[in-house]
C-alpha cells in the first residue's frame, strides 16, 4: 500500500510556477521530518527542500532558496512544495520522503529517509 502520494508535477514554461502534493495516507508511522528530493536523467537524487513536522523549521537547497516554499498541513498529514521561477535546470522527477526520527536533525541525504513516495515529474521547458 503506497503511504505517500504524490500530485501536482506537470510541464510548465521557464518563469513558471508549479505547486506539488504528498499525502501520507492511512499513516501508520510517525513523522519526524517531511522532505523533497529531486533526481533528474543521468543524475543522482539531490535534496530539494525539508521541514521538520513538529517544529515547522525548514531547510533549503541554495539552488532553490529564494523560488521554492515548503509548507505542511498537520492535520492533513500533507506537504506541498510551492515552485516559483522555475528553471530548465529544476527539470527532474521530485520525491517526497518520510524520516521517522524524532531526534530534531533534519537530514539533507537520501539514505536517511524511511518512506518515499513514487515520484511525479516536473519538466520546465525554456
Known amino acids: 500500500q503506497q503511504q505517500l502520494v504524490e500530485s501536482g508535477g506537470g510541464l510548465v514554461q521557464a518563469g513558471g510556477s508549479l505547486r506539488l502534493s504528498c499525502a501520507a495516507s492511512a499513516r501508520t508511522f510517525t513523522i519526524g521530518t517531511m522532505a523533497w528530493f529531486r533526481q533528474a536523467p543521468g543524475k543522482e537524487r539531490e535534496f530539494v527542500t525539508a521541514?521538520?513536522?513538529?517544529?515547522?523549521?525548514?531547510y533549503y537547497a541554495d539552488s532553490v532558496k529564494g523560488r521554492f516554499t515548503i509548507l505542511r498541513d498537520n492535520a492533513k498529514n500533507t506537504v506541498y512544495l510551492q515552485m516559483n521561477s522555475l528553471k530548465p535546470e529544476d527539470t527532474a522527477v521530485y520525491y517526497c520522503?518520510?524520516?521517522?526520527?524524532?531526534?530534531?536533525?533534519?537530514?539533507?541525504?537520501?539514505?536517511?529517509?524511511?518512506?518515499w513516495g513514487q515520484g511525479t515529474q516536473v519538466t520546465v521547458s525554456s
Open positions: 521541514i521538520s513536522w513538529r517544529t515547522g523549521n525548514t
Open positions: 520522503a518520510v524520516d521517522r526520527s524524532l531526534a530534531g536533525v533534519v537530514h539533507t541525504t537520501s539514505d536517511e529517509y524511511d518512506y
